[in-house]
């Protein structure tokens, strides 16, 4: 008589139907059901992760590269809460992961066992959907909800919190049917709303009779694969394009008309582009607090495209026409409609567009002259990142960290989409180790580039050892002002150069790297530095760099990182 399978199986089988191929997490008691499956299983590997935080990121950053559902696993009490700012940091960054906790036993769940605690409500506010499962034969389609909600729509995390007895326990042979193959919801649930026609036609219309409209594209153009349509139509029409700060990596920064990032703390270029605009296409654009400056930009007339109606007009709602559609088929679409007017659209801007361009030239020969302070110990980091770019791939996977790493990649060039991701709306540090754990999962091959702060660095230390063990082509370079330079920064412009909180003692990161097998050196020489990068990029296994950077040079302040303010008369 063959045995029953049990609800860990289940789960496990259920998430090998669904093509999931990682699991990251860390084991506890409760979870053993779970990563025993997952060790008999012909496809899902498990990566050991030295904090849950890290597992979530790694999830986080898998969703992102891969358009798949990442997955972590934890224990629970303190294993789940360990999880919790890095799936904040999917859900506000659009994500899609599948969480797994491991609670106690159904009916001690809610009584004074061991770690409790109320896993669900937890999550609940960082979730697209959070449930307890707490019956075998509740499993299978606990799962494929959970898979459904992380995929459709605006992608996001969905949680699961699986009683101890239910997954350790057999599960009836009726409820254990898992779909032969891959599972049917993977051929479907990637399908997104196509734009009525009226509402295209409006859009349409208002494009052609725009004289200066510039297309803003968010995250949405990320998730949807949409930068191909974005150029294909900016080029059409002669339209300048710009990207929120989650829209990095969504188009090259390379191409003649696209003109960097607008955020908080964007650039003279870009914030020079939306002043001359009198319409605003933003594609997958929330419009949030990051990309507005706390919704004090004052836009013209916004015509807002996104999978998500909640999000039409919600900040900008006077001056908004929705569209309820995808990105990249609205674009497409557009393009199509406008097709037979391009010619005569097209030379309407052309002074323009070429205004625009020069005003790019000069300021990267602005952004080039804005070095280090005078008399400053050790390279600038503006030149860090201009060098390293030059050091690197195309192909290379930037991924800044939260802080100043982020805000120094405005000066990082895209040369090929995909090829950006950063913390953005959580703002969660720690997060650029684990990403590029993930990354080298997710294409082994493919060569990634960690700028991280000293600071974040500390918050995701352990995680070195994590990079030792799966390796690939990974170079960290640490951005060493040996405290948390962002907000030192901030308190130096805000606070009349008042500081608290926010410097280090001395640590020699390469030598704490060595410690955990990762090869590490620390320079202040960016010939050196440039040289080590590139090899390792060109390699097969990690390396890690200690940059002491010059920590008079100010980001708050930096010339070319002040918006565009027009001149008079």
Same mark, same amino acid.
């Given at each position: 008589?063959?045995?029953s399978?049990?609800g860990?199986?289940?789960?496990?089988?259920?998430?090998?139907?669904?093509?999931?191929?990682?699991?990251f997490g860390?084991?506890g008691?409760?979870t053993l059901?779970?990563t025993d499956a997952?060790?008999?299983?012909?496809t899902?590997?498990?990566v050991t992760?030295?904090?849950?935080n890290?597992? +979530?990121v790694?999830?986080?950053?898998?969703?992102?590269?891969?358009?798949t559902?990442?997955v972590?696993? +934890?224990t629970?009490?303190?294993?789940?809460?360990n999880?919790?700012?890095?799936?904040?940091?999917?859900?506000r960054?659009?994500?899609?992961?599948l969480?797994?906790?491991c609670?106690n036993?159904?009916e001690n769940?809610?009584?004074d066992?061991?770690?409790?605690a109320d896993?669900?409500e937890?999550?609940r506010?960082?979730? @697209? /959907?959070?449930?307890?499962? +707490?019956?075998p034969?509740a499993?299978?389609q606990?799962?494929?909800?959970? /898979?459904l909600?992380?995929m459709?729509g605006?992608?996001?995390?969905?949680?699961?919190?699986?009683?101890?007895?239910?997954i350790e326990?057999?599960v009836?042979d009726?409820?254990?049917v898992v779909?032969a193959?891959?599972?049917p919801?993977?051929?479907?649930?990637v399908?997104?709303?196509?734009?009525?026609?009226?509402?295209?036609?409006?859009?349409?219309?208002?494009?052609? *009779?725009?004289?200066r409209?510039v297309?803003?594209?968010?995250n949405g153009?990320?998730?949807s694969?949409?930068?191909e349509a974005a150029l294909?139509?900016?080029?059409?029409?002669?339209?300048?394009?710009?990207?929120t700060f989650?829209?990095?990596g969504?188009v090259p920064?390379?191409h003649?008309?696209?003109?960097?990032?607008?955020?908080?703390?964007?650039?003279?270029l870009?914030?020079?582009v939306?002043a001359?605009a009198d319409l605003?296409?933003a594609v997958?654009n929330?419009l949030?607090?990051?990309s507005?400056?706390r919704?004090r930009?004052d836009?013209?007339?916004?015509?807002?495209i996104?999978?998500?109606?909640?999000?039409?007009?919600? /900040?900008?709602g006077r001056r908004?026409t929705?569209?309820?559609a995808d990105?990249?088929?609205?674009l497409?679409?557009?393009?199509?409609l406008l097709?037979?007017?391009?010619?005569?659209?097209s030379?309407?801007?052309t002074s !323009?567009?070429a205004e625009?361009?020069r005003a790019e030239?000069? !300021?990267?020969?602005?952004s080039?002259?804005?070095?280090?302070?005078?008399?400053?110990?050790?390279?600038s980091?503006?030149?860090?990142?201009r060098?390293l770019?030059?050091?690197?791939?195309?192909?290379t996977?930037l991924?800044?960290?939260a802080?100043?790493p982020?805000v120094?990649?405005?000066?990082? *060039?895209i040369?090929?989409p995909?090829?950006?991701i @950063?913390p953005v709306g959580?703002g969660?540090m720690?997060?650029?180790?684990p990403?590029?754990?993930?990354a080298v999962?997710a294409e082994?091959?493919?060569?990634?580039?960690?700028?991280?702060?000293d600071?974040?660095?500390?918050?995701?230390l352990?995680e070195?050892?994590?990079?030792?063990r799966?390796?690939g082509?990974v170079?960290?370079v640490?951005?060493?002002?040996?405290g /948390?330079g962002?907000i030192? *920064?901030? *308190?130096i412009?805000h606070?009349d150069?008042?500081?608290i909180?926010v410097?280090?003692?001395?640590?020699?990161?390469? =030598?704490?790297?060595?410690g955990m097998g990762l090869?590490?050196e620390?320079?202040?020489?960016?010939?050196?530095?440039c040289? =080590?990068?590139?090899?390792?990029?060109?390699?097969?296994?990690?390396?890690?760099?200690d940059?002491?950077?010059d920590?008079?040079v100010?980001? !708050?302040?930096y010339p070319?990182?002040?918006?565009y303010?027009?001149?008079?008369g």
């Amino acid at each position: 008589m063959s045995r029953s399978v049990t609800g860990g199986e289940l789960v496990v089988r259920m998430l090998e139907s669904l093509g999931v191929r990682t699991i990251f997490g860390v084991p506890g008691g409760q979870t053993l059901a779970v990563t025993d499956a997952i060790l008999a299983s012909p496809t899902i590997g498990f990566v050991t992760a030295r904090h849950e935080n890290a597992a +979530a990121v790694m999830a986080d950053a898998y969703g992102r590269l891969t358009g798949t559902p990442g997955v972590c696993l +934890a224990t629970t009490g303190p294993g789940a809460t360990n999880l919790l700012t890095g799936i904040g940091g999917a859900l506000r960054d659009s994500s899609p992961v599948l969480v797994l906790t491991c609670n106690n036993a159904g009916e001690n769940i809610h009584r004074d066992d061991a770690q409790n605690a109320d896993h669900v409500e937890l999550f609940r506010p960082l979730t @697209k /959907y959070s449930r307890l499962v +707490a019956h075998p034969g509740a499993l299978g389609q606990a799962v494929e909800e959970a /898979y459904l909600n992380a995929m459709s729509g605006n992608p996001g995390p969905a949680h699961l919190d699986l009683a101890r007895d239910t997954i350790e326990g057999p599960v009836a042979d009726g409820d254990a049917v898992v779909p032969a193959g891959e599972h049917p919801m993977c051929r479907w649930v990637v399908q997104r709303p196509r734009a009525d026609v009226r509402a295209l036609a409006e859009v349409a219309a208002r494009l052609a *009779q725009a004289e200066r409209p510039v297309l803003w594209l968010g995250n949405g153009c990320n998730r949807s694969g949409a930068g191909e349509a974005a150029l294909a139509l900016a080029e059409s029409l002669r339209i300048p394009v710009i990207t929120t700060f989650n829209g990095i990596g969504t188009v090259p920064t390379t191409h003649p008309l696209v003109f960097g990032a607008l955020s908080r703390m964007g650039t003279r270029l870009s914030s020079r582009v939306m002043a001359d605009a009198d319409l605003v296409l933003a594609v997958g654009n929330s419009l949030n607090a990051v990309s507005t400056g706390r919704w004090r930009m004052d836009l013209p007339h916004v015509i807002q495209i996104d999978v998500d109606p909640a999000m039409l007009g919600r /900040y900008y709602g006077r001056r908004t026409t929705g569209v309820v559609a995808d990105a990249r088929a609205t674009l497409e679409e557009l393009r199509a409609l406008l097709a037979d007017r391009a010619e005569a659209l097209s030379a309407r801007r052309t002074s !323009w567009t070429a205004e625009l361009q020069r005003a790019e030239e000069l !300021w990267w020969r602005e952004s080039e002259g804005s070095e280090a302070a005078e008399g400053g110990d050790g390279p600038s980091p503006a030149e860090v990142v201009r060098r390293l770019r030059d050091a690197a791939p195309d192909e290379t996977l930037l991924v800044p960290d939260a802080g100043n790493p982020g805000v120094w990649s405005y000066l990082w *060039q895209i040369r090929r989409p995909g090829s950006y991701i @950063k913390p953005v709306g959580f703002g969660n540090m720690g997060f650029a180790v684990p990403a590029a754990v993930a990354a080298v999962v997710a294409e082994p091959r493919r060569p990634v580039l960690v700028l991280v702060g000293d600071g974040s660095l500390g918050m995701s230390l352990a995680e070195l050892e994590t990079l030792v063990r799966v390796g690939g082509p990974v170079a960290v370079v640490v951005l060493d002002d040996t405290g /948390y330079g962002n907000i030192r *920064q901030e *308190q130096i412009v805000h606070y009349d150069n008042r500081t608290i909180g926010v410097d280090f003692g001395p640590s020699d990161y390469a =030598r704490v790297a060595r410690g955990m097998g990762l090869p590490a050196e620390r320079t202040g020489s960016l010939d050196e530095l440039c040289k =080590r990068v590139a090899d390792t990029l060109e390699g097969s296994s990690p390396a890690l760099f200690d940059v002491p950077i010059d920590r008079g040079v100010n980001a !708050w302040t930096y010339p070319a990182f002040r918006p565009y303010e027009p001149e008079e008369g």
